[in-house]
């Protein structure tokens, strides 16, 4: 990598996830379709999601098109133009994952309990469903980064921690 280039790292991370993300989703549809022939919504939301993934990760690969004409967003004194308001949205996104993941973990507890299954299975139901308090914690650290990432005089150098735990 460069030397005052840390672009390759968001790239890197953003593509490498994305299709972890995409394998993972495209092994689920073909058991739920092959193997147990039945795909429900919950299989489609989850595509839906893995394709907001792929656009989201394009957008962070090629950020210059919040702005218009594109070297406004990396030179504003010498390019004038007009950009979409990203802190507004950082703020509202971060706040609306962290909603979402406290949500995803705390929903399936009461039902788990009330499950006919052995002490054993549903512990480690239990445990699979608190793994999820990693992504929640991922959320609440990306704050720290989104503050920092929101009052930096360079945002092409400093957004990359906020993109990286994006």
Do not use: Q
Not at 81 to 95: D, R
């Amino acid at each position: 990598m460069v030397a005052g280039n840390r672009g390759d790292t968001v790239i890197t991370c953003s593509i490498v996830t994305v299709l972890i993300a995409a394998v993972v989703v495209i092994l689920r549809l073909f058991t739920r379709s092959k193997i147990l022939n039945f795909v429900g919504r919950e299989d489609w939301c989850i595509l839906a999601a893995l394709f907001y993934s792929v656009a989201n990760t394009i957008r962070k690969c090629f950020p210059v098109l919040v702005c218009v004409p594109a070297a406004h967003w990396w030179d504003s004194a010498h390019a004038s133009g007009i950009c979409i308001p990203e802190k507004p949205l950082w703020f509202a996104n971060a706040s609306l994952n962290i909603v979402t993941d406290v949500g995803i973990i705390l929903l399936p507890m009461p039902v788990i309990s009330t499950l006919v299954l052995p002490r054993k299975k549903k512990f480690g139901l239990y445990f699979i469903f608190a793994l999820g308090f990693f992504v929640c914690i991922i959320s609440f650290l990306r704050i720290h980064w989104l503050i920092l990432a929101a009052s930096t005089t360079d945002p092409t150098w400093d957004n990359i921690g906020i993109a990286n735990w994006s």
